[in-house]
């Protein structure tokens, strides 16, 4: 019960018993969408969004469509590397779950026994879609959205603090922006070559997708011309 007390100064664990608060006033099948939503609904969302970038974008090809796919390749690679980067923060801080500390949560996910800071779903849909905004940026501003939803529904469950969402979207983007340098570096050219081959080139661009190797059309044929000229 002291801890209860101790919450109303305490803003994150105010704003925890705000938005958990409304679970406990929503009928039984909205906390149930909103658990599918938050444990599996948002990163099925995010994986479904960059392959709608990626689509899209191989339709259009253009002189960048190598790096653009690079950079789409390198969103989930983001995301998988700032998990693993979690897993010693956890161990670290060993913030217990925010239901093992306070009394009166409605959770909505059980089970859940590994430690609170920072939030894994946070994590991988912001460095997703900090990803996806490099290449994208309309498709990267839907994808934020998305993370800021799972934010939501992360501490809606209340499984996590407000401040275990917020740590998670600052890991998930520093990592995604931080290192984006030394992935594309290593990625383009890896693109390169698979839209230089007969069989992988349909990953990079759909078939009869301009490659744009020349920026304005017919401008070596004039230049050939001239030569031919002078040459006279």
């Known amino acids: 019960m002291a801890v209860l007390a101790e919450s109303g100064s305490n803003p994150d664990v105010d704003l925890l018993y705000d938005i958990n608060g409304l679970a406990k006033d929503a009928p039984h099948w909205f906390d149930r969408v909103m658990e599918y939503v938050g444990e599996y609904g948002i990163l099925l969302g995010m994986v479904l969004l960059i392959l709608w970038c990626w689509w899209a ?3 259009r090809g253009g002189e960048d469509a ?3 796919v690079a950079a789409l390749v390198w969103a989930p690679l983001a995301a998988a590397l700032a998990v693993l980067v979690n897993v010693p923060i ?3 801080v060993e913030r217990p779950r ?3 500390t306070h009394e009166g949560l409605e959770v909505l996910v059980s089970g859940k026994t590994d430690y609170s800071f920072v939030s ?3 994590t991988i849909t912001m460095a997703m879609a900090a990803g996806l905004f490099v290449v994208n940026r309309k498709f990267g501003l839907f994808g934020i959205a998305l993370a800021l939803l799972e934010g939501f529904c992360r501490v809606y469950m209340g499984v996590h603090y407000p401040t275990d969402v917020i740590g998670g979207f600052a890991l998930g983007t520093a990592v995604a922006l931080l290192l984006s340098p030394l ?3 290593l990625l383009t050219p890896v693109m390169k070559a698979v839209e230089g081959s007969p ?3 349909w990953i990079v661009r759909a078939r009869g997708a301009e490659r ?3 920026v304005i059309p017919g401008a070596r044929q004039e230049a050939t011309a001239s030569e031919r000229d002078l040459a006279a």
Request: aromatic share 8%; hydrophobic share 40%; glycine share 16%.
């Open 199 to 201: 069989r992988g080139a």
């Open 66 to 68: 190598a790096s653009s």
């Open 98 to 100: 925010p239901f093992r």
């Open 183 to 185: 992935a594309m570096a």
């Open 90 to 92: 956890r161990g670290f």
């Open 212 to 214: 744009g190797a020349s």
């Open 57 to 59: 974008g191989r339709r």
């Open 120 to 122: 894994d779903h946070a």
